[in-house]
């Protein structure tokens, strides 16, 4: 589709450090010199419908989104929801250099749960317990994984599946989760924390507190 347009070219402040790419250049006639100088409405094509171009000056620009922001938006289309331990120092680690990697990619959807808004009835009916024993993830069909395989699943969607490639294959893949179901089974000892019973126990009495005052004091 060919269009025509004119442009009235004005005063504007420097814009030299900006620049449109050479083929909208070419489709609309503006001038390198002058990038952004107000554009006047393209002349309507044979279906009648009319084409413009906002004007951008040298003092205003479109709203820069935050990384938060891109975080948010990349977690839309996720392949794989990692539910992890928030208050697990060693975790955080593996966690945070997944996160990084999946700026680039926003394929892995990272829930806390920790958090105090972690439900089961959005993560498959996974409770705080069941999940703190082993990795669990949620594929976005809804299947749930496990153990190595979860690690697996994670890696491979930021593009790192080479990493767990190994353990696909026997007697790799029950070896790696024997050792996995170890550390698990220990990881609370290993980074200071009490055991589960009692973390159970202390959220169990935070729950209470936080429903009798409507408000949690702790």
Known sequence: MAF?????????????LFSIPYYLRTIYNVSPANPFTRLN????????LKY???AVSG????PVVSKKQKGEESSQNWKIKMLYDGECPLCMREVNMLRERNKSYGTIKFVDISSEEYTPEENE???????????????????????????R???????LGW???????????TIADAVYGFWAKYRLQVTGRPPLEEVLEARRKKGEICDDSKACKM
Not at 41 to 48: D, E, M, R, Y
């Open 4 to 16: 025509r347009g004119a442009i009235s070219v004005g005063k504007q402040a420097n814009t030299s």
């Open 41 to 48: 409405p393209i002349s309507h094509n044979q279906t009648g």
């Open 153 to 159: 699943k994670l890696y491979e969607a930021v593009d």
């Open 125 to 151: 009916g996974l409770d705080y317990k069941t999940v703190m024993g082993k990795i669990h993830a949620i594929e976005s069909d809804r299947t749930v994984v496990t153990d190595i395989e979860a690690f």
């Open 52 to 54: 413009s171009i906002r």
């Open 59 to 62: 003092t205003s620009v479109d």
């Open 163 to 173: 990493v767990y490639a190994i353990t696909k294959y026997e007697p790799i893949a």
